[in-house]
């Protein structure tokens, strides 16, 4: 075949489209259509299952591809009920460490955002998302943000309170900052969506675990 990996996506795209209803493609498609790369979220040690979970389905409901954790302390296990299926269109990278994981998100262009009510900071109206791409990063529920992302940060945020409670837990500030940010890079952002090639390997991707049998049908057609 002298197809480019390009013209390949869209025909297992075409492919794996006749198998399913037109509102499944349709979903699928629109909400590959409003993905970013733009912000991205690392855990480190997240101990619950459930906030493991919520986490996932933050990064899903609002659009956020990816996201790190660092598992040093425990495992990164998302409980399967709160979870609902979510996880299998997220992208989750795993780090062995928290220097190794900030390391890789600086080589890919991130910002190092450390979430944490105990440093002067800006708050989620102020953080100035349009000047270049931010990992937020989110610490342990017990402990915080570790010494490694603190010493490594580059900004910090804060979610200011007006009551007796110092802090929200790991899930309920992930859901606010990832909410109201992602809104925030949506309307001030330009580029904010991912490139039309990133958009359709994703969309592929998904069709793949959506359809049953994808793998031997794209096999019968020659484009696996």
């Known amino acids: 075949m002298t197809n480019t990996g390009s013209d390949r996506t869209a ?13 499944r493609f349709e979903t699928l498609r629109r909400a590959a259509s409003l993905r970013t790369h ?6 480190e040690n997240t101990y619950h299952p459930q906030n493991a979970a919520a986490l996932v389905r933050h990064c899903e409901a609002f659009g956020v591809q990816e996201m790190h954790t660092v598992e040093t302390v425990c495992r990164f296990t998302p409980s399967a009920a709160v979870v609902r299926g979510t996880d299998r269109w997220v992208d989750i990278r795993r780090h062995g460490s928290t220097p190794e994981a900030l390391a890789a998100l600086r080589r890919a262009g991130y910002r190092i955002v450390c979430t944490t009510p105990h440093r002067e900071s800006c708050v989620p109206e102020t953080f100035d998302v349009a000047r270049g791409p931010f990992a937020l990063v ?10 490694e992302a603190v010493a490594g940060a580059d900004e910090f945020l804060r979610i200011p ?7 929200l837990n790991v899930s309920a500030s992930a859901a606010i900052l990832i909410y109201m940010l992602a809104e925030r890079v949506r309307r001030t952002v330009p580029d904010w969506r991912l490139d039309a090639a990133a958009q359709q390997e994703v969309l592929c991707r998904w069709m793949r675990a959506s359809v049953k049998d994808a793998e031997p049908i794209l096999e019968r057609r020659g484009l696996l």
């Open 11 to 23: 025909a297992r795209i075409a492919c794996l489209a006749e198998c399913m209803t037109g509102e």
């Open 138 to 147: 989110f610490g342990t529920e017990h402990a915080g943000i570790s010494d």
């Open 161 to 167: 309170m007006c009551g007796m409670v110092e802090s």
């Open 38 to 43: 733009y912000m991205t979220i690392l855990a």
